[in-house]
T-cell receptor, first 111, second 111 residues
C-alpha cells in the first residue's frame, strides 16, 4: 500500500498543453520534494517545499504545498518534449528523517 | 566528488542465494536509505538509518537486513533471495530528511 498517492499514473499530452500532477496523503509531512527520473538513472531533485501553502516556480514548473502539508501539486505550463520523464513526489516525516516516495507519474509529451 | 557510491551495479542471483549490496557516502550525511524500484513504479523504502548506530524499517523490510557500519556506510543484505526481490535498488543519503542524494542504482535479478 502506497502511503503517498500520485495521480495520474500516466499522462500523454501534446506539446504546448498544460498539465497538473497531484500528490496526496493522509500524513502530515515536514517537507515535500519533487524529483524527476530518467531511465537508468537515480531521481534528481527539482524542488523542496516546506511551508503549508507555499508556492515555488521553476521556469515553466509551479509547485504548491497544501495548507495542511498533506498534499502537493506540480503544474507544467506549455509542456515540451524535454519534460518527458518519471515525476516522483517524496514526503519527509519530521521526527526521524524517514522519506517515502509516491507511486510516480510517467509523463510523455508528444511533439 | 563521488557522492553516493553503491556496488555492485548488476547482479544475477539464484533463488536462495545471499548477497550484500554495499553503499558509501562522502557527504558526511547523518541519514541513509535503501529503496527498491520495480519497473515503471515509484521508490519504496526498505530500511533507513537516521543516524550512525540506528536503523529502522521502512515500507517493505521483509526479506532484507541492513547494517549501518559507520557514518559513511550502509549495507543491505538479502539472506535468501527470491524472484520477488528482482528490482533496482537505490541507496541514498540526506542531511536529516532534507534533499536526498541517490547512488546510481544496483540492478538485481533473481532467477
Amino acid at each position: 500500500t502506497q502511503l503517498l498517492e500520485q495521480s495520474p499514473q500516466f499522462l500523454s499530452i501534446q506539446e504546448g498543453e498544460n498539465l497538473t500532477v497531484y500528490c496526496n496523503s493522509s500524513s502530515v509531512f515536514s517537507s515535500l520534494q519533487w524529483y524527476r527520473q530518467e531511465p537508468g538513472e537515480g531521481p534528481v531533485l527539482l524542488v523542496t517545499v516546506v511551508t503549508g501553502g507555499e508556492v515555488k516556480k521553476l521556469k515553466r514548473l509551479t509547485f504548491q504545498f497544501g495548507d495542511a502539508r498533506k498534499d502537493s501539486s506540480l503544474h507544467i505550463t506549455a509542456a515540451q518534449p524535454g519534460d518527458t520523464g518519471l515525476y516522483l513526489c517524496a514526503g519527509a516525516y519530521s521526527s526521524a528523517s524517514k522519506i517515502i516516495f509516491g507511486s510516480g507519474t510517467r509523463l510523455s509529451i508528444r511533439p | 566528488n563521488a557522492g553516493v557510491t553503491q556496488t555492485p551495479k548488476f547482479q544475477v542471483l539464484k533463488t536462495g542465494q545471499s548477497m550484500t549490496l554495499q553503499c558509501a557516502q562522502d557527504m558526511n550525511h547523518n541519514s541513509m536509505y535503501w529503496y527498491r524500484q520495480d519497473p515503471g513504479m515509484g521508490l519504496r523504502l526498505i530500511y533507513y538509518s537516521a543516524s550512525e548506530g540506528t536503523t529502522d524499517k521502512g515500507e517493505v523490510p521483509n526479506g532484507y537486513n541492513v547494517s549501518r557500519l559507520n557514518k559513511r556506510e550502509f549495507s543491505l543484505r538479502l539472506e535468501s533471495a527470491a524472484p520477488s526481490q528482482t528490482s533496482v535498488y537505490f541507496c541514498a543519503s540526506s542531511e536529516s530528511g532534507n534533499t536526498i542524494y541517490f547512488g546510481e542504482g544496483s540492478w538485481l535479478t533473481v532467477v
